[in-house]
């Protein structure tokens, strides 16, 4: 069965070149230039998918994006993609589907039975059915819901496509390449403003793809081809099509995602980026989106076979097939007549074109008539036959909102419908503009913009081709002469144009049965199966706002998000109420107009990529060492150095061995730096920091600590006075940007008058620390210019000189306890003063040592890490540290410690703990309490604290940890317990310093 | 050599040579050269004129504009900030020191903070927009502007040289590796694009 409805030598499908494709498992043939579900209609196919609730069968409904029912699952394996509509699947050679929505298969289908129950599938039907008990809605309920619903499966093994971005900017941005769009395209072309065109599809043209209009006298479709020439001959211009333009946000910033290979078959697609999302900055937007064909609410109103007359007209006339071999037509306006007359000429039967209009009388229903088809007026189709395929439609008279008469019965295979059209203005909406409703098209327009937005065409209520074209053209001319360019006038463009009987709106289109009595469902929403009486039901129950109503009877979303239901929702709604549309309103439009993948939204950042992975200057060799490396924020730092065969646990112990016995060597480069400089730099600094630093004379460090206006600890480390103006700050790793920024927020906003500059010089320096008894021998040795003993270089103060040959800057700081030099040299030096640190340090017993050694180190020492040991509600107080807060100047967060908050004497305090087993090594994050008896999960009560920081030491040759406990310090000597997954440890609450708490250490 | 400079991306010199596609885009790392970060008032007569009559060159006013005197560069960064970059080896440090003196202004030597990647050829500008959302568009910037911006994750400032056009990318060191992964990844397509090269499955 190949193409048995194609209709030779028509359409814009090349019948040259036949591609096979295989769907739900059975093998057919299509042509260049089909989508999947123009192929299928070509082969018959009509039923495609099962609905949603009920399972009925459904078929392919529309030519485009707001198609509901077909919904393909595209591809196997890796490349399956879910919820796919078929209308919008290009079709290539091997292509592969399957239906989303129908198990076992469309044709058979367990889930029907739910037909037979339809009274139960109301509006708020699983709220209300299955609620209680709450257990059962998560393991039983849902699960169940779900797979009986269950849209498509997302692919369970890895996207071997690339997705990428890219930025654009353009003074003009069209989006739909239609006759609006192309035409205010041209104006703006002829600008010289810079265009970008945007349509969707795979080629230009818009609706003139699918109806035999014509433009100049010659067909329509001449015109495009000229435009489109006229347009790619133009520098000034890109056009983009399969391209979807989904997002519209603020400062007329728009998302747009182009398919680039989704056309081609995975196999044979080039290695480029399969799908490319553009952020594109226009200055002057025109939106010219077009308009959606709305369905007629009438029984039974989903059988396959039952599509939209402009969806029919656009098989015939663009994709060269007959959809059914006889027709019959619903429609309360002119538009589908022209269908009607598309179809009789491409050979279809047309056995009735059935009208509520009680006059239609436009030159289309005339000339209808002429051809011989037979119009009934003042009639509505009142129920319809077929289960697989609709057979028959049952025709009565419509007298107001009542049908009477005579019920007669039509065959038919194919019924094309049109309630009219709604202008496609989700972008319009989404760039917050407003709409207003236009009673004699019964549509939503465009009514008050929010942005630089011109909206023309379909989109902006303009149904007659020769007008659209005219609006085309000036919306481009106006958006590009405020955009600072002028375009030529255009002299007026003739083009098909019919006088047509005004539309007349049926929202609800009567049976002979009240609404939701009887077999017939008036749908509404088809993808999430909701009728015109779910809708009443709702409004009875008092779901009166539209936004309750979607919520509650789900209408308006799901992939086609309401493009077919919402304006006959909203009606229904409006009808029920007794007010009008507008006093309804709308829902909220939302990005994406159509759904985005996720892989394209990531781009390239995904992988090594996902995050800058900051590396040092030395980090070649600490690869080349084995180093294993922990990520703090985005920097990779050497967490431990492994010897062959060595554990974590043994290489810890040998490097805080080394470092309290002979010497170890960090790569501390990632500390923030900021170069701090001007004649305010001290009252700056006496600001920011708690302590003081007036008395810093040249050459001296001191250890600084910051804190937010909430008088919580924000970051630490030393600075140091370079000169008489001039100081280097350090901070912790991670918050070396949040530092700078607080400084400069402060001194542009706040304090403007202090005459300081601030420049960030972290990556400028390579900070290589060596600390052990043996640092100053070995200084010594690559440094031999500089006096290096207690009293000419003490603690904490800072020299320049010659380390290894290369200029450096040297810190006599601590953050181990031992003996410490920082080497400070310009990061294109770091490697050769490492190297040369180590080849050096060979005799001592050099040992590089990580993040890990160094976290043990300072812990012995009691010293804390800011954001370990500290969680943004922890005080200089609470950490033992009130020395380091000023009584006598004002700074950042003094205010706050005169909270009562900040005094209590119960406040988390920071101490240590001695587990009473010293092999125990408390996990970090462990609650305490004080009860032997309590077991893991306690009441939030008894809980009096957490260990923030705890290791085995080697030099303790034992574990221990750092806590923050309640009221800890008037606590030591207590015991508490951590309650851990099958067994409780016993700790002994301690000073929070393990180590040398005299400082005998640190000058060697 | 103790003095010898290592760049942060000298590990990569063939990785980024290799990912040239001729006749559209090719990619290296530029030798060292001096950045001084300069921050003053320029308003003050006393400030821009004595770096004029110390460097003999004006320091740019206009946004995201670059001096160029006889090789010594100034690319302004902010109202109060200018990145001056001259040869390797160069005194600029201490003469505006000296010229400067007693003056309220920042003179940081930033040579080694940010490394300069060269990227030309005619897909840079579309291969940087892959991850830097300026309008790079001839008609917006050109040869001779520079913008501070991002480079997908990392900061960037970006220098247009001439318009091949040729880019001068400064990144700091630490973020090298990263921007220039991110740049050959980004220059991929355009080599399988002149093989035509098909995925092989």
């Known amino acids: 069965m190949n193409g048995a409805y194609r209709l030779p030598g028509k359409g814009r499908v090349d019948h040259e070149r036949r591609l096979n494709f295989n769907f739900n498992g059975r093998r057919y043939e299509g042509l260049a230039g089909d989508t999947l579900a123009s192929a299928l209609l070509a082969n018959g196919v009509v039923l495609v998918a099962r609905s949603f609730k009920y399972h009925r069968p459904r078929g392919i409904m529309t030519a485009g994006a707001e198609e509901p029912n077909a919904l393909v699952q595209l591809e196997t394996g890796p490349w399956s993609e879910p919820n796919i509509r078929a209308t919008q699947i290009e079709l290539y050679s091997g292509l592969e589907a399957r239906s989303v929505n129908a198990w076992p298969s469309v044709g058979f289908d367990i889930g029907a039975l739910n037909g037979l129950f339809a009274r139960l599938f109301v509006a708020g039907f699983y709220y209300k059915t299955f609620m209680r008990p709450k257990l ?60 970008f065109l945007v349509d969707e599809q795979n080629e230009l043209g818009g609706s003139l793809l699918s109806r035999r209009a014509e433009i100049e006298g010659a067909p329509a479709m001449e015109w495009v081809a000229k435009a489109v020439e006229e347009l790619e001959a133009r520098a000034n211009v890109t056009l983009l099509t399969r391209a979807s333009a989904f997002g519209y946000y603020d400062h007329n910033y728009l998302g747009v995602v182009e398919r680039r290979t989704d056309h081609i078959a995975p196999s044979r697609r080039p290695l480029i980026a399969r799908q490319r999302l553009w952020h594109l900055r226009a200055k002057e937007v025109v939106l010219a989106t077009g308009a959606i064909e709305r369905p007629l609410v009438f029984a039974d109103n989903d059988r396959p076979g039952i599509m939209l007359a402009s969806a029919a007209q656009s098989y015939v006339n663009r994709y060269g097939l007959a959809p059914g071999k006889r027709a019959v037509v619903f429609t309360n306006n002119d538009g589908a007549y022209e269908a009607a007359l598309d179809l009789l000429d491409a050979g279809v039967e047309v056995a009735a074109i059935v009208d509520p209009r009680s006059k239609p009388e436009g030159e289309l229903a005339a000339l209808a008539r002429k051809r011989g088809i037979e119009v009934l007026a003042s009639a509505a189709i009142t129920a ?32 094309a419908m049109s309630g009219g059209w709604t202008p496609t203005v989700h972008l319009f909406c989404q760039a917050k503009g407003r709409l207003r409703y236009d009673a004699t098209k019964a549509c939503l327009v465009p009514d008050v913009i929010a942005q630089a937005t011109h909206v023309t065409g379909a989109a902006n209520g303009g149904f007659e081709l020769a007008a659209v074209l005219g609006e ?106 007794g007010q009008s549309i507008p006093e309804t309103g709308t829902t909220t439009f939302r990005a994406p107009y159509t759904p985005v993948s996720y892989g394209v939204l990531a781009g390239r950042d995904i992988g090594d990529l996902s995050d800058p992975i900051r590396i040092t200057a030395i980090h070649e060799w600490h690869l080349e060492r084995g180093a294993v490396f922990e990520d703090v924020g985005q920097w990779k730092r050497p967490w431990y150095f492994p010897r062959k065969n060595e554990d974590m646990a043994a290489a810890l112990k040998r490097e805080c061995k080394a470092v309290r016995e ?23 600094l006496n600001r920011i920091y708690t302590n003081g630093w007036s008395t810093l004379t040249y050459g001296q460090s001191r250890y600084g600590m910051m804190c937010h206006e909430d008088g919580m600890v924000f970051d630490d480390g030393v600075t140091t006075r370079l000169g008489e103006n001039r100081f280097l700050m350090t901070t912790t790793t991670g918050n070396a940007g949040p530092v700078l920024d607080w400084l400069e927020s402060w001194l542009q906003t706040e304090w403007p008058e202090l005459r300081v500059y601030c420049t960030s010089v972290t990556d400028q320096w390579v900070t290589v620390s060596i600390a052990g008894p043996k640092a100053r021998k070995l200084l010594g040795e690559l440094a031999p210019e500089i006096a290096l003993d207690g009293e000419s270089f003490p603690f904490m103060t800072f020299r320049q000189g010659k380390v290894a040959g290369v200029e ?23 490697l050769h003063v490492w190297e040369a640190v180590m080849a050096t340090g060979e005799k001592h017993g050099i040992t590089p040592y990580g993040t890990e050694t160094m976290h043990v180190l300072r812990a012995e020492k009691g010293f804390v890490i800011v954001g370990q040991d500290t969680d943004g509600t922890v005080t200089p107080e609470d950490l033992g540290m009130g020395w380091i807060v000023s009584k006598k100047k004002d700074f950042l967060g003094r205010r706050s410690f005169a909270r009562v908050d900040t005094a209590r004497s119960d406040r988390k305090q920071l101490v240590g703990l001695l587990p009473d087993d010293p092999k125990e090594v408390l996990p970090e994050g462990t609650q305490l309490v004080g009860d032997a008896n309590a077991r893991s999960p306690m009441a939030r009560s008894l809980m009096v604290g957490h260990v923030t920081s705890s290791y085995a030491s080697a030099v303790l040759e034992r574990s221990f940890a750092l806590a923050l406990v309640k009221g800890g310090r008037a606590r030591i000597g207590e015991t508490l317990y951590a309650p851990l997954v099958g067994k409780t440890v016993a700790a002994r609450i301690t000073e929070p310093v393990f180590f040398d708490p005299k400082n005998e250490r640190r000058d060697g | 050599m103790a003095d010898a400079k290592r760049s942060p991306l000298a590990f990569m010199t063939s990785a980024l040579a290799e990912a040239e596609v001729p006749d559209a885009v090719a990619l290296r790392e530029l030798s060292p050269r001096t950045q001084i970060d300069l921050r003053g008032e320029v308003a003050d007569p006393a400030f821009a004129g004595t770096v004029e009559s110390a460097l003999r060159l004006t320091l740019p006013r206009t946004p995201n504009r670059v001096a160029d005197a006889g090789g010594l560069l100034a690319l302004w960064l902010g109202p109060d900030e200018w990145l001056l970059v001259g040869p390797e080896a160069s005194d600029l440090e201490a003469r505006l020191r000296s010229a400067l003196s007693g003056q309220h202004v920042a003179i940081t030597d930033v040579s080694a903070n940010r490394t300069v990647l060269e990227l030309g050829g005619p897909k840079a500008r579309e291969i940087l927009n892959k991850g830097c959302p300026l309008d790079l568009d001839p008609r917006v910037f050109g040869p001779g502007q520079c913008a501070q911006s991002i480079l997908a994750r990392a900061q960037l400032l970006l220098h247009q040289r001439d318009i091949e056009p040729t880019y001068h990318l400064y990144v700091r060191g630490s973020f090298a590796f990263y921007a220039a992964s991110w740049l050959i990844d980004a220059m991929k397509e355009y080599r399988f694009a002149k093989r035509g090269g098909r995925r092989e499955r």
């Not at chain 1, 971005?165 to 035409?183: E, F, I, Q, R």
């Not at chain 1, 999430?528 to 129950?541: F, M, Q, S, V």
Request: neutral net charge; contains cysteine.
């Open chain 1, 472 to 577: 085309g053209f000036a919306a481009g001319r106006a958006a590009a002469s405020r955009a600072g360019f002028e375009s030529p006038e255009a002299p007026p463009i003739t083009a098909t144009s019919y006088r047509e009987s005004p539309l007349h709106p049926l929202w609800i289109v009567p049976s002979v049965k009240p609404l939701g009595r009887g077999h017939g469902k008036h749908f509404v929403d088809f993808q999430n199966d909701i009728t015109a009486a779910d809708i009443l039901l709702a409004a009875r129950e008092g779901y009166e706002s539209v936004e309750h109503l979607k919520r509650y009877t789900t209408t308006g979303m799901g992939t086609d998000q309401g493009k077919l239901s919402n304006v006959n929702a909203l009606a229904i709604l409006s009808g029920t109420l």
């Open chain 1, 384 to 415: 319809t036959r077929g289960r697989k395929r609709i057979a028959a439609v049952e025709v009565m008279a419509l007298e107001g909102d009542r049908v009477r008469g005579p019920r007669a019965w039509i065959g038919c295979d194919l019924l």
């Open chain 1, 136 to 195: 059962l809605w998560e393991r039983l309920y849902e699960p169940a819901i779900r797979r009986m619903a269950g849209m498509g499966k997302a692919p369970t093994t890895p996207d071997p496509e690339i997705y990428d971005k890219m930025h654009a900017h353009c003074d003009l941005l069209v989006v739909g390449g239609g006759p609006a769009g192309l035409a205010a395209a041209l104006a703006g072309a002829r600008s010289d403003a810079r265009v």
């Open chain 1, 662 to 684: 002979s010497v170890g060597v960090l790569d501390a480069s990632t500390l923030g730096k900021i170069d701090i400089q001007g004649p305010d730099a001290v009252e700056f």
């Open chain 1, 808 to 830: 450096a800057r040297l810190f006599r700081v601590s953050f181990t306890g031992e003996l410490s030099f920082e080497i400070n040299v310009p990061s294109w030096h770091g």
